[in-house]
């Protein structure tokens, strides 16, 4: 089993920057293919971006696509979301996730085990 706690959210002006972090614990990250996901207020928890066991492929959310970037680090059993370019519209809590059943992208339910999530709020 695996442990997953997200940080680095926060709240920032639109058109800048942030770097979330997800933490595992338990087990190496590199048995996983990882995902990044979102939920805003009164919407439904949705994709946002992928990453294979070792970082090499990697996929994207289209509104995220050219402004998000998802790495891995699997010797410090962590993984990134640096997100760029932030809108108002990427206000949400965002979530990481490990899943043993897929090798990149999968949908909400192919994930295994989930963080608690961090809040991020881009101002206007």
């Known amino acids: 089993q695996v442990q997953l706690v997200e940080s680095g959210g926060g709240l920032v002006q639109a058109g800048g920057s942030l770097r979330l972090f997800c933490a595992a614990s338990g087990r190496t990250l590199s048995r996983y293919a990882m995902g990044w996901f979102r939920q805003a207020a009164g919407k439904e928890r949705e994709f946002v971006a992928a990453s294979n066991w070792n970082g090499g492929s990697t996929s994207y959310a289209d509104s995220v696509k050219g402004r998000f970037t998802a790495s891995r680090d699997n010797a410090k059993n962590m993984v990134y979301l640096q997100m760029n370019s932030l809108k108002p519209e990427d206000t949400a809590v965002y979530f990481c996730?490990?899943?043993?059943?897929?090798?990149?992208?999968?949908?909400?339910?192919?994930?295994?085990?989930w963080g608690q999530g961090t809040q991020v709020t881009v101002s206007s």
């Open positions: 996730a490990a899943s043993t059943r897929y090798k990149l992208s999968a949908p909400r339910t192919g994930y295994d085990y």
